[in-house]
């Protein structure tokens, strides 16, 4: 399977970004899938997962109320929308899925239990 990141880009303090993420087959329900972001000289950070184990979504305490995770299976791609950006969430963000293994989401960094990665599209929130 193959993912490809999409729609970073420069944006102001304050400001809003979509990400995209187009998966190369059909996401089944069991899939874990989830945003992740590498700042420089960074560990790389889980921004948000879904696990559907637990019909839940994470989201980082740092991005808790500004990003959201929307998961579309019928299209094969996962956005995530990010509002009130800060200089804090300059990053490189990737996606990533475990197509099923079942520990994506809940296994330590880096790989988070992921199994198969997006290259990664910058973001960079600056004035």
């Known amino acids: 399977v193959q993912l490809q990141a999409s729609g970073g880009g420069l944006v102001q303090p304050g400001g809003s970004l979509r990400l995209s993420c187009t998966v190369s087959?059909?996401?089944?329900?069991?899939?874990?899938i989830g945003w992740f972001r590498q700042a420089p000289g960074k560990e790389r950070e889980m921004v948000s997962c879904?696990?559907?184990?637990?019909?839940?979504?994470y989201y980082a305490d740092s991005v808790k109320g500004r990003f959201t995770m929307y998961r579309d299976n019928v299209k094969n791609t996962v956005y995530l929308h990010m509002n009130s950006l800060k200089p804090e969430d300059t990053a490189v963000f990737y996606c990533?899925?475990?197509?099923?293994?079942?520990?994506?989401?809940?296994?330590?960094?880096?790989?988070?239990?992921?199994?198969?990665w997006g290259k990664g599209t910058q973001v960079t929130v600056s004035s």
């Open positions: 990533a899925t475990d197509q099923g293994s079942g520990i994506g989401c809940y296994a330590p960094p880096p790989a988070y239990g992921m199994d198969y």
């Open positions: 087959r059909f996401m089944q329900d069991h899939w874990a």
């Open positions: 879904s696990s559907r184990s637990d019909s839940s979504t």
